[in-house]
Nanobody, 123 residues
Framework: QVQLVESGGRLVQAGDSLKLSCAAS????????MGWFRQAPSKEREFVAA????????FYADSVNGRFTVSRDNAKSTLYLQMNNLEGKESADYYC????????????????WGPGTRVTVSS
């Protein structure tokens, strides 16, 4: 099973941009479709974005569409999430996850998860 580790989370100001990374190991990264989820304090984990095996297919939650961009570099076994114009309500732990299903939005469709990286947006 693939192992995942997120990085890049930090404290930013509202309106700032931030890019998260997710490094994969232990299994061919290109075998997996990937997703980003987030969980704010006292809230359920929610879908953010997904990307297909080659990166040509992407899908976003309505709340981030047009501001966030998911991408991947299969040669580096790394997934990215570029987040622009961040809002205070988007403070959360951000998780990457691996799936055999493309553009899956349900957590149950994902087989492997990283430990998360914390993003704090100060407003």
């Amino acid at each position: 099973q693939v192992q995942l580790v997120e990085s890049g989370g930090r404290l930013v100001q509202a309106g700032d941009s931030l890019k998260l990374s997710c490094a994969a190991s232990g299994h061919p990264f290109s075998n997996y479709a990937m997703g980003w989820f987030r969980q704010a304090p006292s809230k359920e984990r929610e879908f953010v974005a997904a990307i297909g095996w080659s990166g040509e297919s992407t899908f976003y939650a309505d709340s981030v569409n047009g501001r966030f961009t998911v991408s991947r570099d299969n040669a580096k076994s790394t997934l990215y999430l570029q987040m622009n114009n961040l809002e205070g309500k988007e403070s959360a732990d951000y998780y990457c996850a691996a799936s055999v299903r493309v553009n899956a939005t349900m957590q149950s469709c994902y087989d492997a998860w990283g430990p998360g990286t914390r993003v704090t947006v100060s407003s």
